[in-house]
């Protein structure tokens, strides 16, 4: 199983990035995706998922309205897309997929099986 994000980098405060993450290895249409960032010196917290066969998304409060997890299940991509984005945006950013269906939005890393080595976003104004 692979997980592989790219699309991170600098940008200034307001402006935009899209996250990507190629799946490889499982099952990708049946399992939780999700898209977690950590800061330096703080837990990894979850950004948005796709849970109950990606019919349903959960987003954190902190990123509702300015970020869109989506897919494409042909190609086993996971995007996030970031706009209006904010200092405290700054982090690495993974990829998680956990083994197995969800019927509610999964928010503990732990209990997601697989993770990306993650790709660094950088705000700044």
């Known amino acids: 199983v692979q997980l592989v994000e790219s699309g991170g980098g600098s940008v200034q405060t307001g402006g935009s990035l899209r996250l990507s993450c190629k799946a490889s290895g499982f099952t990708y249409s049946t399992n939780c995706m999700g898209w977690f960032r950590q800061a330096p010196g703080k837990e990894r917290e979850l950004v948005a998922s796709m849970y109950n066969n990606a019919q349903n998304t959960y987003y954190a409060d902190s990123v509702k309205d300015r970020f869109t997890i989506s897919q494409d299940k042909s190609e086993s991509i996971l995007y996030l897309q970031m706009s209006g984005m904010k200092s405290e945006d700054t982090a690495m950013y993974y990829c998680?997929?956990?083994?197995?269906?969800?019927?509610?939005?999964?928010?503990?890393?732990?209990?997601?099986?697989?993770w990306g080595p993650g790709t660094q976003v950088t705000v700044s104004s």
């Open positions: 998680a997929a956990r083994d197995g269906y969800c019927s509610i939005p999964i928010k503990r890393p732990n209990d997601f099986t697989w």
